[in-house]
């Protein structure tokens, strides 16, 4: 499985991003596709998940009501809608996949995910 993650950059608080992750290699509809993002200094934090069957997505608290996680299997592609960006939101992006389902209590853990994208650098900033 091959992950590449784009759409990162850097943007006014209150401001909005859309980030992509294109899969490749494998049956992407299998796949559940998730966000985790890491700020200079901490350990990598979950973001948002979308399970591979069913309709079952999760996010952070901090990010609720904020970002929005899509899935085009058409396209092997997974989006993170970011809007109302804070500074706190201000990290290396990650999109990572798993083969299969996930069950919840696994959801925000990055060792439950086996492949990893190259990660997108997102500032938010004045």
């Known amino acids: 499985v091959q992950l590449q993650a784009s759409g990162g950059g850097l943007v006014q608080p209150g401001g909005s991003l859309r980030l992509s992750c294109v899969f490749s290699?494998?049956?992407?509809?299998?796949?559940?596709m998730a966000w985790f993002r890491q700020a200079p200094g901490k350990e990598r934090e979950f973001v948002s998940c979308f399970r591979s069957s069913g309709s079952h997505i999760y996010y952070a608290d901090s990010v609720k009501g904020r970002f929005t996680i899509s899935r085009d299997n058409a396209k092997n592609t997974v989006y993170l809608q970011m809007n109302n960006l804070k500074p706190e939101d201000t990290a290396v992006y990650y999109c990572?996949?798993?083969?299969?389902?996930?069950?919840?209590?696994?959801?925000?853990?990055?060792?439950?995910?086996?492949?990893w994208g190259q990660g997108t650098q997102v500032t938010v900033s004045s």
């Open positions: 290699g494998r049956t992407f509809s299998s796949y559940t």
């Open positions: 990572a996949a798993r083969n299969g389902r996930i069950i919840t209590s696994e959801v925000g853990r990055a060792g439950a995910y086996e492949s």
